[in-house]
């Protein structure tokens, strides 16, 4: 038997401040990590202000004229940061509808030549003129890094869950100021009259350990596959966050968190566009999880024995976690999305992954 599920918890993270409420709290957040990989977070410790005002320049910065965008197109960046036209990836053999910038939490980075290539990927975001958007790159900097916080504070929490001291998944960070780099991506989905497919984004996982998602506009589109691989609807919930496994946290627990495979869906034609903001929580670059042996408690691990057997997803991607550094294994799934960054930047990786040359599109899997 299975614990499937039809549809995604909501917790409400207030609860944590209560001692009346916070083991229940804790107790959601054990079922929706083992059994779900999903969640609705609501009451986030996140400026509603800043929030709002983040989402009132997400049109704005499509709107910006074309020859502006391509000032600070990603390939100019070794890492990874910077916009995406529309089309530029595939997922599984399919176009994904959706036009993206790529930006992060501020980093200086370091890196010398004989250093690991991966080391390479976090650095500084490349930013609209000042001019064009007045106040955005200070807006977002300051969204990214209240949720930056948040997610630490988070990750104690889901230790908790799990049975762990609360610091037990500190070693994959380094929590000093600017010793961390996490990313986010501000997406766009526009409703395609004349595009066959309705793939936003194919199935996929996400990598690192958790992923924050800001459904910035009121469109459905988001699917996850649950346990007997039916797609069910996470739509938005004004609010809340949608808060989901990715695949290096299900790798370092053995499988007891659950990363779980998403898409998401176009608008319908003649629809507005659908826009997003999801934040990813990076882990430690030189990290093998491998190497890191975590102790459950048995009654934590029995829960999972009790969730059953996960049947096939749509989902493939990020399976090095059981053999490379964390930071490798992301710089594979970069260079395989975004060919023109690793023909521009890393030219013996280029040869490696693409040997007759550079692709129409990307694809990670």
Sequence with gaps: MTANFTSIPILDYSQLSSPATRNA??????????????LYLSNPPVAQEDIQSLV????KLFALPQHEKDKIRMANSEHFLGYSALG??????KTDQREQ???ATEYQNPWKPGAPEYLRLWGPSQWPEESLLPGFKSTILRYLNQVEKFSYEFINVLAEAFGLAPDALDIFYDKNPGGMQHRA?????PALDSVASNQGVGPHYDAGFLTFLLQVSPHPGLQVQNLSGEWIDAPPIP????????KALEAVTQGLARATSHRVLSPPRGSTPRYSIPFFQNIRQEIRLSEIQLQFPAEVLKLKESRGAVGATDSVNFSEYDRLPSGEV???????????VAQNHYPELFKQFFPNGLPEQGSAY
């Design 25 to 38: 709290f804790v107790a959601q957040l054990r079922h929706a990590l083992i059994n779900v990989g999903f």
């Design 239 to 246: 609010g809340t966050f949608v808060v989901n496994i990715g």
């Design 101 to 103: 910038y790529d930006f």
């Design 330 to 340: 992301t710089l594979i799934g970069r260079i395989k999305s975004h060919p023109d």
């Design 88 to 93: 530029r990836e595939l997922t599984k053999g």
């Design 56 to 59: 009132d320049y997400v049109p």
């Design 185 to 189: 991506k501000v997406v766009k989905y």
